[in-house]
């Protein structure tokens, strides 16, 4: 079975700080792992995605991600926040099928 | 490329009504998922469905919802009667379908439905 968990409902950073948020995932066969962006009234966004091959993951607007194994770990990071960063962050992994499984999100708040 | 559309953006009707919630997913695209985003239960997969055909229903919460994609670049999600429960933003997302492969799901901008 697969799942994710997003540690951390709630982030807040200030403007410039570095953005560090949590995914933790859970697979049964080799992970496809994903993090999209929610903006308010939006849809969700790609943000980057890991199939296989490098283990740190570059995706829009400056946040990467990397993928560790043996922690079963894809944080999402991005050295300096940015005032339009703040959005809802959704990790996910997808299933053996098609289906993506979701973690409950992130809401980063962006302090000036 | 338009992306995946969806229709209305905003809906508010009255409990026991009909509602439906049209989608067009992005050409080319095999496979078609309904969601429902509540501040409650966060983003729940309700139905998905791979060349028309639905796979996963599991996520439907009752008979009263029901979903079809009659051909390629349409689908319906049906909630009959509806209820102030059911108030919720729905998100279509379509993919390549490609099982086994990097499949990206792509949403569409949702649906806020609002059932006083």
């Known amino acids: 079975a697969q799942s994710v968990t997003q540690l951390g409902s709630h982030v807040s950073v200030s403007e410039g700080a570095l953005v560090l948020l949590r995914c933790n995932y859970s697979?049964?066969?080799?992970?496809?792992l994903f993090w999209y962006v929610q903006y308010p009234n939006q849809g969700l966004q790609l943000l980057l995605k890991y199939t296989t091959g490098a283990t740190l993951v570059k995706g829009i607007n400056g946040f990467e991600a990397e993928f560790k194994k043996s922690e079963t770990s894809f944080h999402l990071t991005k050295p300096s926040a940015h005032m339009s960063d703040a959005a809802e962050y959704f990790c996910a992994v997808r299933g053996a099928g098609n289906q993506f499984y979701f973690g409950t999100g992130t809401s980063l708040t962006v302090i000036p | 490329d338009a992306g995946v559309i969806q229709s209305p953006r905003h809906e508010v009707t009255e409990m026991g009504q009909e509602v439906t919630l049209r989608c067009k997913p992005i050409s080319g695209h095999n496979s078609l998922f309904w969601y429902r985003q509540t501040m409650m239960r966060g983003l729940e997969l309700l139905i998905y469905f791979n060349n028309n055909v639905p796979i996963d229903d599991s996520g439907m919460p009752e008979d009263r919802f029901s979903a079809k994609m009659p051909n390629a670049s349409f689908s319906t999600l049906k909630i009959q009667p509806s209820e102030p429960r059911d108030s919720a933003v729905y998100f279509c997302a379509s993919s390549l379908g490609e099982t086994g492969g990097t499949d990206t799901q792509y949403f569409g901008p949702g649906t806020r439905l609002t059932v006083l």
């Open positions: 697979s049964s066969v080799p992970p496809y």
